[in-house]
C-alpha cells in the first residue's frame, strides 16, 4: 500500500500490515513502510469493543523517516511514537522525536478579502421530494479528530529556516502538547548562525531566539538581533514581538535617527547627501516599516530557483579589492559549509567552514587577492 498527503508532501510506500484478530481485538504483528531513505515500524492493537471504549495502544519506530517534503517545508525524523487510547480518555500520542534535518521556507501572503454577494438566494430543489429526506445524514466524528498530544521534539541543529530575507540555521528543544484542534507549545528554537537580507544588505544575525509564552504554536515571541558595518556606522536591526506582527528597530554606533540609518542602509550615505527620488523613497520604506508590510525578495526566488543552501548579498571592501558581491554557499554535509564570493570585477574567493563543535569551527579562505588563510572561530552566547 501508500500513503500520501498532498499538502506536505508526505509519502510512505511498500506499506505492509501483518495482523490477526482475537475476538474483537485487532493484533498488529508487523507494520513496515518506507518514507523517503528512513523507514517506519510499529506494533500493537486496536480493540473494535464499544463498551471498552475502544482502547488501542500502537507504538511505531521512525528512523530518518521524511515527514514532509513539499516547496515550503521538508523534515525528517527518527525516534519513537506511541498512540494509546483508553476507557473514558482521548486518545493520546505521546513519544520523543530527534529532527535530524528540517527545512522551512517562510511564505507571507497578503490578506485576501472575499467579496459578499447581495440579493442572492438559494433556489429549492426541483422534482418530486424524496421519502428519505433532502440529503444524507450528517456523519459523526472520527476517532481521531481530536488526539492529545505529549512530543518531545529536538533539533541539535540543521532547523534551516530561509525566506522574508532570512537564510539561518536554528537548533530546537521543545515539548508539543495540548491537542490536535489546539497544540501547545513550550521551550525555545535558538539560532546557530545565519544572516538577514535587508534592503539589498546582508545583515550577520548576532542573536536569535523563538519562545512560546502563551503556548500558541502559530504565534511565538520571536527576537531577531543583527548588524552590519555601513562606512564608519555600525547598523544593528532589531525584529521582535510576535510572529503575527513583529516590529522592526535600527540602532546604530555613533547614534543616529531612525531616518538617518535607514537611509544608509537603503544608499549607504546620509539623509542630507539625498536626491529628491531617493528621499521619497525612503520615506516609503519608513511608512513600510511602520506599518510591517512586506516585500519581494528576489535572493529569496534565486535561491528557491536554484536550491542554493545560502544567498546572499556584501558590500565592497576596498582592503581586499572587492566590490558589491554576491555569495553563494552550500552545506557539503552536515558539518562542512562552502562559499563563493564573487563581484563585477572579477574578484573571486572561496571560503571553507568546518564545524569542529556547536560553538568552535574552523575557517579558510582562498583566492581573492591572492592570498590564502587559514583561522579559528570561537563563539557562545553568555
Known sequence: MTYENQTYGTKLTNIVVNGRFTGNRLEIEQLTAKAGDGTLQGKGFISLASADGYPMNIQATLDNARLARSENIAARATGNLTLEKVAGQTALLSGSLRLPETRYRIVREGA????VLTGVRRKPPAGR?????DGLAAVGGSLFDLIRLDIALKAPDEIYVSGMGLESEWSADIVLRGTTQAPQVTGEIELVRGTLGFAGRSFELQEGRVTFPTGDAFDPAIRLIA??????????????????????????VPGLPQDEIVSRILFGDSITTLSPLQAVQLAASLNTLSSGGGGLSPLGALQSATGIDRLRVLGPDDTLGRGAALAAGQYITKDIYLEVITDARGYTATQLEISLTRALSLLSQAGGSGQSNLSIRYRKDY
Open 112 to 115: 485576501a478579502q472575499v467579496p
Open 129 to 133: 421530494q424524496r421519502i428519505s429526506g
Open 227 to 252: 548588524s552590519d558595518e555601513i562606512e564608519t556606522v555600525t547598523v544593528t536591526v532589531s525584529v521582535t514581538g510576535r510572529a503575527s506582527n513583529p516590529q522592526v528597530a535600527f540602532s546604530s
